[in-house]
DNA sequence: TCAACAGTTGCGATTGGGTCGCAACTGATG
DNA sequence: CATCAGTTGCGACCCAATCGCAACTGTTGA
């Protein structure tokens, strides 16, 4: 299934003029069968244990790369490296436990609706948006 | 008057436990008197331009007390050096221009309501949000 | 007023995520 | 296959930010 994921981005990126390579096929494997939020240095471990060895630098680009073809998206969380996910997933936003670093994902369209309303308001239009609320679980002392 | 507001953050600091240094007390001059979201070195060059002498490690020391002491708020827009600004205003959030740079304050309640709203449905209370819209004019070419 | 000392400063070195230059390599095309 | 533009690995590098340490200085209280 993720297997047939990855196969579909590589012929979608064979279109667009990316050359699919040893390193990016693997990279596309490792980030379909994410369901997490994988940072670069983890994505070059989780490709190392698939069994093909990737620079770091290469990551580094693969993930450049993929993120201006649309495939993944990035996020900067508070004071970490940046973490990655697969983009052919409903839009998001995240809430991050302050104890334990979980990250949960939500979704409320109310809050999208506010957003392009508070931008149309005065005159712009969003490009890109990032909602993040660092939270803790109610009643711990 | 932002002059005042500075003795009354020196006072409060003291009270707090903080020595107020001939470096802090710039800063928090530059500070009171920062109507915008200035960066470390930015802040740097207006201590130095404010006639102290201040070294950047410094800078960036006071600038974390600071903000543990719940004076200055840190931004960190994406792919920017981190920002600064005075604690004591309305909260509110940000808008960036990506072409312009240019940084607009907005606050919206239900926005707030909702993502207060969000976390408690799943168990959690907002320790602390972000909410950055990178927006562009309507109808540029 | 001033001695004492814990907290602060400046400097230069260091960290850490991420990028870059370059020579060697390799998919894609015909 | 030959070709060659695009890609890789390596190590050097970049930059914001932090740190170790010796010199310095607010603050306290005698
Ligand atoms: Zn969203
Ligand atoms: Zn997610
Ligand atoms: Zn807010
Ligand atoms: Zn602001």
Redesign the interface.
């Known amino acids: 299934m993720t297997k047939d994921r990855a196969r579909q981005l590589e012929a979608a990126l064979r279109e667009a003029g990316v050359r699919i390579t040893r390193q990016r096929s693997a990279l596309l494997r490792v980030l379909a069968a994410c369901d997490d939020h994988p940072d670069a240095t983890e994505l070059h471990l989780r490709a190392r244990d698939a069994g093909v060895a990737v620079s770091l630098a290469t990551v580094y680009r693969t993930l450049t790369t993929l993120q201006a073809q649309g495939v993944i998206e990035k996020l900067?969380f508070?004071g970490e490296p940046a973490r990655w996910e697969p983009a052919d997933q409903q839009h998001h936003d995240h809430?991050i436990?302050?104890d334990t670093g979980a990250v949960?994902e939500?979704t409320?369209d109310?809050?999208e609706r506010?957003?392009a309303e508070?931008?149309?308001e005065?005159?712009?239009?969003?490009?890109?948006?990032?909602?993040?609320?660092?939270?803790?679980?109610?009643g711990n002392g």
Request: aromatic share 10%; proline share 0%; charged share 30%.
């Open positions: 900067e508070r809430m436990d302050v949960i939500f409320n109310r809050i506010l957003q508070i931008a149309a005065m005159g712009y239009e969003i490009v890109h948006h990032r909602l993040e609320l660092y939270v803790r679980r109610r």
